[in-house]
């Protein structure tokens, strides 16, 4: 078995030898995030056919065209304001985002001229290569190293995934040692006080980050979208289950390749939007990925709203599929659309004031965080959409769902 940087393994068996067994997410963070040797702070992440997988940005360049036109559906929805933000997080080598401007600036030269890009990336060798792949949107693109105030949307592809989780079950947690030369789990009893999966006692798995991170978004996002892109479950579907991957193969366990290897975890959508509701976030739709981009194409090939149709090239429609099909990408990714402070533009692109705050009863909350996210009856698959949130072409479905059931208010 082949274990990894030898550099960042010092460091990691450094901090155990010194400390005792630290926490997964910790080994997450090291692993991935160390400063000089972390697989993706060091710039050593590969993504794409020569890379260690692939993600629906590496598929080519129709997935950025086809947010585009869910973005641009969007920017008309809040009344085509100026200086709109997209803020993407999780930005790679800035592909998405160069898929995006350039797809805005030759199909929806009015959206583009309204646009700005912004990047939060807190990695420089990320940040270098992003701003050589942008060259050409110099004017159009600025970076932050940390989520600022925003007006407009932010998306994020697997960037949930990527955050580092630690493994609790009940009062129990799985933290990391060492023992000789290799690295393993040992089973802790929580200290008292310490915060505990409200999993059941089956599964282990605690992403303090991500509700951090919604409580983030959900803090400096002023009005508009948050688009989170990503593979995971709903809270009755939900196994807990670290993935490491190389060169498109699996590995069998996370002390395989550390700092040469991905690490991630399914998302537990169902605790996201608890946490999202909690901080007075609306779920504008939640669907897998194929019904999310079959909706917006049927706005492109219907002659919709959205502009022009999709290029009709082999390519194009090799992409189509590998991002439609369901044993491809199309049902293993799912897409939740939250919204805040969303209102109809009224004539002469004004707004009417915000629609009240949408915030769930605790009560309500603490039943909803116990059910899985409620299903509209078609298609297949799980999705969910609030009552009275208007459904964005992403989330158009073949039929009026005939069985909208809501959270009970
Ligand atoms: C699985 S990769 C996804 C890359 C790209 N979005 C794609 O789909 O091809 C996850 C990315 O999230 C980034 N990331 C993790 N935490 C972050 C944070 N707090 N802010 C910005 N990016 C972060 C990582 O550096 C990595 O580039």
Redesign the pocket.
């Not at 702070?41 to 260690?52: N, Y």
């Not at 699996?250 to 991630?264: K, R, V």
């Given at each position: 078995m082949k274990l990894g940087n030898p550099d960042l393994i010092r460091c990691i068996r450094a901090e155990i030898d010194k400390q005792g067994p630290i926490s997964f997410a910790r080994f997450m963070h090291q692993a991935?995030?160390h400063p000089e040797h972390g697989y993706?702070?060091s710039g050593r992440?590969a993504?794409g056919r020569t890379g260690d997988y692939f993600?629906?940005?590496?598929v080519g360049p129709l997935y950025g065209q086809l947010l585009t036109a869910q973005f641009v559906e969007i920017w008309e929805q809040l009344g085509k304001i100026d200086n709109f933000m997209i803020v993407e997080?999780?930005?790679?080598d800035g592909?998405?985002a160069r898929d995006v401007l350039e797809s805005a600036q030759k199909r929806a030269p009015e959206f583009f001229a309204a646009l700005r890009y912004r990047i939060?990336?807190?990695?420089p060798v990320?940040q270098e290569r992003q701003s050589r792949m942008l060259e050409q949107f110099r004017d159009k693109v600025e970076w932050r190293d940390s989520l600022q105030p925003f007006l407009g949307i932010h998306f994020?592809?697997?960037?949930l995934?990527?955050?580092p989780v630690r493994l609790t079950s009940g009062e129990m947690e799985k933290l990391v040692d060492v023992e000789g030369d290799n690295f393993l789990f040992v089973e802790r009893a929580l200290s008292q006080g310490a915060a505990a999966s409200k999993l059941p006692s089956d599964r282990w798995a605690f992403n303090q980050p991500a509700l951090e991170?919604v409580d983030d978004v959900a803090a400096k996002l002023q009005r508009g979208y948050i688009i989170a892109i990503d593979y995971g479950r709903l809270a009755d579907e939900f196994q807990a289950r670290v993935q490491v991957r190389a060169q498109h193969r699996n590995l069998d366990s996370p002390f395989e390749q550390i700092g040469y290897a991905?690490i991630?975890m399914h998302v537990d959508w169902s605790s996201i939007v608890e946490r999202a509701r909690a901080n007075g976030l609306r779920v504008a739709g939640f669907t897998d990925q194929h019904h999310f981009l079959t909706g917006i194409i049927a706005e492109l090939t219907e002659g919709g709203s959205l502009g022009p149709s999709l290029p009709d090239s082999p390519e194009t429609k090799r992409e189509l599929q590998t991002l439609l099909h369901p044993e491809m990408l199309g049902r293993a990714f799912q897409v939740l659309a939250l919204e805040k402070n969303v209102a109809e533009p009224v004539k002469g692109g004004q707004l009417l004031k915000p629609k009240a705050d949408s915030a769930v009863e605790r009560s309500d909350r603490r039943r909803w965080a116990t059910q899985p996210i409620r299903r509209i009856g078609c298609p297949p698959g799980a999705e969910w959409v609030d009552a009275e949130v208007r459904r964005l072409a992403g989330f158009k479905f073949e039929r009026e769902p005939r069985d909208v059931r809501t959270v009970p208010r």
């Amino acid at each position: 078995m082949k274990l990894g940087n030898p550099d960042l393994i010092r460091c990691i068996r450094a901090e155990i030898d010194k400390q005792g067994p630290i926490s997964f997410a910790r080994f997450m963070h090291q692993a991935l995030y160390h400063p000089e040797h972390g697989y993706y702070s060091s710039g050593r992440c590969a993504i794409g056919r020569t890379g260690d997988y692939f993600t629906n940005v590496s598929v080519g360049p129709l997935y950025g065209q086809l947010l585009t036109a869910q973005f641009v559906e969007i920017w008309e929805q809040l009344g085509k304001i100026d200086n709109f933000m997209i803020v993407e997080q999780g930005a790679h080598d800035g592909q998405f985002a160069r898929d995006v401007l350039e797809s805005a600036q030759k199909r929806a030269p009015e959206f583009f001229a309204a646009l700005r890009y912004r990047i939060v990336e807190p990695f420089p060798v990320l940040q270098e290569r992003q701003s050589r792949m942008l060259e050409q949107f110099r004017d159009k693109v600025e970076w932050r190293d940390s989520l600022q105030p925003f007006l407009g949307i932010h998306f994020s592809n697997e960037l949930l995934d990527a955050l580092p989780v630690r493994l609790t079950s009940g009062e129990m947690e799985k933290l990391v040692d060492v023992e000789g030369d290799n690295f393993l789990f040992v089973e802790r009893a929580l200290s008292q006080g310490a915060a505990a999966s409200k999993l059941p006692s089956d599964r282990w798995a605690f992403n303090q980050p991500a509700l951090e991170w919604v409580d983030d978004v959900a803090a400096k996002l002023q009005r508009g979208y948050i688009i989170a892109i990503d593979y995971g479950r709903l809270a009755d579907e939900f196994q807990a289950r670290v993935q490491v991957r190389a060169q498109h193969r699996n590995l069998d366990s996370p002390f395989e390749q550390i700092g040469y290897a991905d690490i991630t975890m399914h998302v537990d959508w169902s605790s996201i939007v608890e946490r999202a509701r909690a901080n007075g976030l609306r779920v504008a739709g939640f669907t897998d990925q194929h019904h999310f981009l079959t909706g917006i194409i049927a706005e492109l090939t219907e002659g919709g709203s959205l502009g022009p149709s999709l290029p009709d090239s082999p390519e194009t429609k090799r992409e189509l599929q590998t991002l439609l099909h369901p044993e491809m990408l199309g049902r293993a990714f799912q897409v939740l659309a939250l919204e805040k402070n969303v209102a109809e533009p009224v004539k002469g692109g004004q707004l009417l004031k915000p629609k009240a705050d949408s915030a769930v009863e605790r009560s309500d909350r603490r039943r909803w965080a116990t059910q899985p996210i409620r299903r509209i009856g078609c298609p297949p698959g799980a999705e969910w959409v609030d009552a009275e949130v208007r459904r964005l072409a992403g989330f158009k479905f073949e039929r009026e769902p005939r069985d909208v059931r809501t959270v009970p208010r």
